[in-house]
């Protein structure tokens, strides 16, 4: 059906429990089956609680399901050790978060160098000339020189996606990454990530609470309470 | 970022330079400590460098004894029958048999740097009406010299004594209202007598020694105690002081002579110097361990401080590893800055102590020793305390839950 070269991610039955084997043990995740292809860029919306911070943790190798499988790129990953998630993750995975994303004690260029530098060890020029090109590529030559905390909120935001972008991931996991931003900022943003994701082959999933972002994806995934409650694509816009 | 540190060296000096004030105190902490130990150990040093000195001044390293002479055991071999007790015989000068022998076998001992006969003994000296009890050394003062710093000690005089000569304390020539070029009558209990001039006046810094000892050539010596041609011990020094105990214990299996080391006739001495030493071990290891808490709580409070950051180097690819060695990083450059800080502290400190802690004389109070190594020392210990106080807080690190650190 689909060329396997072309699956980015792929979710089998993910389960996912807190508290196990406490009185409070609760499921959050009741096994979630899911597929994304290569360049798609996905909406992930439900109500406040539903599960989709958690999903997306699972998905970016920071946390480990209860049951089931992930596949990224293909390679199946409950079975890794941690060095193999953070080379894995180095790799494939490029985050974006709502708040406090970048490290206060650094330039923006430095906050996007970061993940190159932890993967090569040391600085090196082709680490300076990424980092440069993909700052400008979010339009913040001119503060790249700033310590992050001086920029504004939706700066903040750019820088981190530029961050996200610098070791060229197949997948970009966003959550909530307009959620504290104005209508502007949010704008700017939502059509950095889009111009990305249709200049590359990036996949992107976006947890956002804007119906009016949302509807501008190529299929948007619903999630209450757990589980997935609709999975369509966005006709408008494909 | 133009550096070429590697990754965890960035952020650790990042980290560090960031939160000024938490480094200053801790650093401050760190350096104090290893000042006041870079300072004590300079001044126990020096202290004990000093009373070495002072000991070997006046001492010979090794001395060669006659056999001890042993009282017969209580009971007698072969017979069951209790022996009388035998009482120690009567104290008769003794000399050491063959002593050119022995003197010319020690002498070809590597370590050995000069051997000297000596012939000791008692006397009194009659001068008018009074009269005097001495101990009186008969010495070649060509090795004897060599042996012990008398020459140091001459305040009138020279110590180059011939058969007809003798040298005095300081203490006993004001007793006996004498002075160099005086004539002194000499008396042993064996029934020798002489006539020596005074040729030299010395000051040991002891009144016992200044008002009971005097020095004598070797034969004149021999002569007064009728010891024709014996020395009662053979005196010689090392290169190697602190090797003493070995070697006498290797000459007394070689000859079966009594042989005595400066360490063995000084064991109380030791023992106290060895405490001192012990108490200064222990004032580094509380000293150590302040330092380690004091690392480590920064440490701890930085790992819950930086928990965001280190959740979000995390999700970008940082592994465990690296941020386990970023904290570790962080506590031995604590302690390594701090120790070069303290050990900088220490040493202007010692200077200006060596030049306010002075005698009217010009001599230092308390001698103090600048011993280099003890700044490599403090500068390795120090770095090594530091990674070992920030183990445990590294390894919270390392294990804190990426998303739970996230989500904060
Ligand atoms: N570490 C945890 N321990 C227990 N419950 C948790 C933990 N993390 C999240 N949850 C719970 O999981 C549910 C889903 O949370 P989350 O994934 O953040 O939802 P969303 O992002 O959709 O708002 C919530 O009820 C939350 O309280
Ligand atoms: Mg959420």
Same mark, same amino acid.
């Given at each position: 059906?689909?060329?396997?070269?072309?699956?980015?991610?792929?979710?089998?039955?993910?389960?996912?429990?807190?508290?196990?084997?406490?009185?409070?043990?609760?499921?959050?995740?009741?096994?979630?089956?899911?597929?994304?292809?290569?360049?798609?860029?996905?909406?992930?919306?439900?109500?406040?609680?539903?599960?989709?911070?958690?999903?997306?943790?699972?998905?970016?190798?920071?946390?480990?399901?209860?049951?089931?499988?992930?596949?990224?790129?293909?390679?199946?990953?409950?079975?890794?050790?941690?060095?193999?998630?953070?080379?894995?993750?180095?790799?494939?995975?490029?985050?974006?978060?709502?708040?406090?994303?970048?490290?206060?004690?650094?330039?923006?260029?430095?906050?996007?160098?970061?993940?190159?530098?932890?993967?090569?060890?040391?600085?090196?020029?082709?680490?300076?000339?990424?980092?440069?090109?993909?700052?400008?590529?979010?339009?913040?030559?001119?503060?790249?020189?700033?310590?992050?905390?001086?920029?504004?909120?939706?700066?903040?935001?750019?820088?981190?996606?530029?961050?996200?972008?610098?070791?060229?991931?197949?997948?970009?996991?966003?959550?909530?990454?307009?959620?504290?931003?104005?209508?502007?900022?949010?704008?700017?943003?939502?059509?950095?990530?889009?111009?990305?994701?249709?200049?590359?082959?990036?996949?992107?999933?976006?947890?956002?609470?804007?119906?009016?972002?949302?509807?501008?994806?190529?299929?948007?995934?619903?999630?209450?309470?757990?589980?997935?409650?609709?999975?369509?694509?966005?006709?408008?816009?494909? | 970022?133009?550096?070429?540190?590697?990754?965890?060296?960035?952020?650790?000096?990042?980290?560090?330079?960031?939160?000024?004030?938490?480094?200053?105190?801790?650093?401050?902490?760190?350096?104090?400590?290893?000042?006041?130990?870079?300072?004590?150990?300079?001044?126990?040093?020096?202290?004990?460098?000093?009373?070495?000195?002072?000991?070997?001044?006046?001492?010979?390293?090794?001395?060669?004894?006659?056999?001890?002479?042993?009282?017969?055991?209580?009971?007698?071999?072969?017979?069951?029958?209790?022996?009388?007790?035998?009482?120690?015989?009567?104290?008769?000068?003794?000399?050491?048999?063959?002593?050119?022998?022995?003197?010319?076998?020690?002498?070809?001992?590597?370590?050995?740097?000069?051997?000297?006969?000596?012939?000791?003994?008692?006397?009194?000296?009659?001068?008018?009406?009074?009269?005097?009890?001495?101990?009186?050394?008969?010495?070649?003062?060509?090795?004897?010299?060599?042996?012990?710093?008398?020459?140091?000690?001459?305040?009138?005089?020279?110590?180059?004594?011939?058969?007809?000569?003798?040298?005095?304390?300081?203490?006993?020539?004001?007793?006996?209202?004498?002075?160099?070029?005086?004539?002194?009558?000499?008396?042993?209990?064996? #029934? #020798?007598?002489?006539?020596?001039?005074?040729?030299?006046?010395?000051?040991?810094?002891?009144?016992?020694?200044?008002?009971?000892?005097?020095?004598?050539?070797?034969?004149?010596?021999?002569?007064?105690?009728?010891?024709?041609?014996?020395?009662?011990?053979?005196?010689?020094?090392?290169?190697?002081?602190?090797?003493?105990?070995?070697?006498?214990?290797?000459?007394?299996?070689?000859? #079966?002579?009594?042989?005595?080391?400066?360490?063995?006739?000084?064991?109380?001495?030791?023992?106290?110097?060895?405490?001192?030493?012990?108490?200064?071990?222990?004032?580094?290891?509380?000293?150590?361990?302040?330092?380690?808490?004091?690392?480590?709580?920064?440490?701890?409070?930085?790992?819950?401080?930086?928990?965001?950051?280190?959740?979000?180097?995390?999700?970008?690819?940082?592994?465990?590893?690296?941020?386990?060695?970023?904290?570790?990083?962080?506590?031995?450059?604590?302690?390594?800055?701090?120790?070069?800080?303290?050990?900088?502290?220490?040493?202007?400190?010692?200077?200006?102590?060596?030049?306010?802690?002075?005698?009217?004389?010009?001599?230092?109070?308390?001698?103090?020793?600048?011993?280099?190594?003890?700044?490599?020392?403090?500068?390795?210990?120090?770095?090594?305390?530091?990674?070992?106080?920030?183990?445990?807080?590294?390894?919270?690190?390392?294990?804190?839950?990426?998303?739970?650190?996230?989500?904060?």
């Amino acid at each position: 059906m689909v060329d396997s070269n072309a699956i980015t991610l792929q979710l089998k039955d993910i389960r996912k429990a807190y508290n196990i084997g406490l009185p409070a043990e609760t499921e959050i995740l009741h096994g979630i089956d899911l597929i994304i292809k290569r360049g798609e860029f996905v909406a992930l919306i439900g109500p406040s609680g539903s599960g989709k911070s958690t999903l997306l943790n699972l998905i970016g190798l920071l946390d480990k399901p209860t049951s089931g499988e992930l596949f990224i790129t293909g390679q199946a990953t409950t079975q890794l050790q941690d060095r193999e998630l953070t080379m894995l993750r180095a790799k494939s995975i490029g985050f974006v978060f709502q708040f406090h994303n970048l490290l206060p004690e650094f330039t923006a260029l430095e906050n996007v160098m970061l993940p190159m530098l932890a993967a090569r060890g040391r600085p090196d020029e082709a680490i300076g000339v990424r980092a440069a090109e993909l700052i400008e590529q979010v339009g913040l030559t001119s503060v790249g020189k700033h310590m992050s905390n001086n920029l504004s909120g939706g700066q903040q935001q750019r820088v981190a996606i530029a961050r996200a972008l610098v070791m060229q991931p197949a997948l970009v996991l966003a959550d909530e990454p307009t959620g504290n931003l104005d209508t502007q900022s949010a704008d700017t943003i939502f059509d950095l990530l889009r111009r990305v994701n249709q200049t590359s082959n990036t996949s992107f999933i976006i947890v956002t609470h804007d119906p009016r972002l949302a509807k501008r994806c190529d299929r948007i995934i619903e999630l209450v309470d757990g589980r997935i409650d609709s999975d369509k694509p966005n006709v408008a816009e494909s | 970022m133009n550096s070429i540190m590697p990754f965890e060296w960035i952020l650790a000096t990042r980290f560090m330079r960031e939160a000024r004030m938490q480094t200053l105190l801790i650093m401050s902490g760190v350096a104090l400590g290893v000042s006041v130990i870079v300072f004590i150990s300079a001044l126990i040093g020096g202290l004990q460098t000093n009373l070495f000195r002072r000991t070997l001044d006046f001492q010979a390293q090794i001395v060669i004894l006659p056999p001890k002479e042993v009282s017969r055991s209580l009971r007698q071999a072969g017979n069951g029958k209790l022996a009388t007790l035998v009482q120690p015989r009567a104290q008769r000068i003794q000399s050491v048999d063959q002593w050119q022998k022995i003197m010319k076998r020690v002498e070809k001992m590597k370590s050995v740097e000069v051997v000297s006969p000596v012939v000791s003994g008692s006397g009194f000296i009659v001068r008018g009406e009074a009269n005097k009890a001495i101990s009186l050394t008969g010495i070649e003062p060509d090795t004897y010299l060599q042996l012990i710093a008398l020459r140091n000690s001459i305040i009138a005089g020279t110590p180059n004594i011939s058969s007809t000569d003798i040298l005095v304390g300081s203490d006993l020539a004001k007793d006996l209202g004498v002075w160099t070029g005086d004539k002194l009558n000499l008396q042993t209990a064996s #029934g #020798g007598t002489a006539t020596l001039i005074i040729r030299g006046i010395f000051d040991f810094g002891n009144s016992g020694a200044n008002s009971r000892s005097v020095f004598i050539a070797l034969r004149t010596a021999q002569s007064l105690l009728n010891l024709s041609g014996g020395v009662t011990s053979v005196q010689l020094n090392l290169d190697a002081p602190f090797t003493a105990e070995t070697v006498a214990q290797s000459i007394q299996a070689q000859t #079966g002579l009594e042989v005595e080391s400066w360490i063995a006739a000084n064991a109380q001495f030791f023992s106290a110097l060895e405490a001192q030493s012990m108490s200064n071990n222990v004032i580094r290891f509380f000293v150590g361990l302040t330092a380690a808490l004091g690392i480590a709580s920064v440490l701890v409070v930085s790992v819950v401080q930086k928990s965001k950051a280190i959740g979000i180097l995390r999700a970008t690819g940082t592994s465990r590893r690296q941020i386990l060695r970023l904290f570790l990083l962080q506590g031995a450059l604590t302690g390594l800055m701090g120790s070069l800080l303290g050990a900088g502290a220490g040493w202007l400190f010692l200077t200006v102590w060596r030049n306010v802690a002075i005698n009217d004389d010009g001599t230092q109070l308390f001698p103090i020793t600048f011993d280099p190594m003890l700044f490599v020392y403090a500068a390795v210990g120090a770095t090594l305390v530091g990674i070992l106080a920030a183990l445990f807080p590294a390894l919270q690190a390392a294990r804190l839950d990426p998303a739970v650190a996230i989500r904060g």
